[in-house]
């Protein structure tokens, strides 16, 4: 069955955030998990591969960027620039020959997960450690003095030492790791949005909602009716 209206389906976009979000957390496991289960229901919904070239096209320049604010030069040193990949996505005739290069982007990124864990400088050793510990508490309010203590730092260095690091404020980065959770989470229609928001670690329900907005442009429930109409229709 061919997708005919690609653009309208919000499947393969919520796919591409949960790829970010693992990205941006430092998993390269699960990014590289998340980024097969793309190409699985690439296939599986039989998209033209004119429009899948123009998807993981998008999702590999913005994969750049966030190896940029990283400064995971190395990584981006052995990968192909974004103009190169892209030609080469180009010249691939079957699908197979694009999950091939996909493929080989996912064994990259494992083998720098891997040199990296043996070889991590004291500074970035904290920053997943940091990361860590906010992806397996984002349940918590993670607050600036809570997580300051975890990397062992006073809050206000803590700050300064967060922003050069990852290239955004904490409190801004922490807001939004918790409402891409919300979105997975919005998508199981037997979890109320109210407990949404206390999963996520929010204790005003109209505050989350506001950061809700401010983050994805729609309320908690116009993001989960959006998916309601994918998954119905």
Known sequence: METESFDDQPLFFIIEEQIFRNLTMEHHAGTVDKIRFLIHELKYHEVQKEHC??????????????????????????LPKSVMFKDILLRCDRMVQVEEQIEAINKRLMEYASETSKSDSS???????????????????????????????????FSMYFKKEMGENYITFANRMKIEKAKELLQDPSIKIYEVCSMVGFDDSKYFSRKFRAITGMTPKEYRDSIRVFIES
């Open 53 to 78: 070239i123009l998807l993981l096209n998008r999702i590999y320049v913005t994969i750049r960027k966030v190896l940029v604010k990283q400064h995971a030069q190395q990584l981006l040193d052995d």
């Open 123 to 157: 500074k970035r050793a904290t920053v997943r450690k940091v990361l860590r510990y906010m992806d397996q508490n984002y349940h918590k309010s993670l607050s600036l003095v809570e997580i300051a203590k975890i990397a062992h730092m006073a809050p206000s260095y």
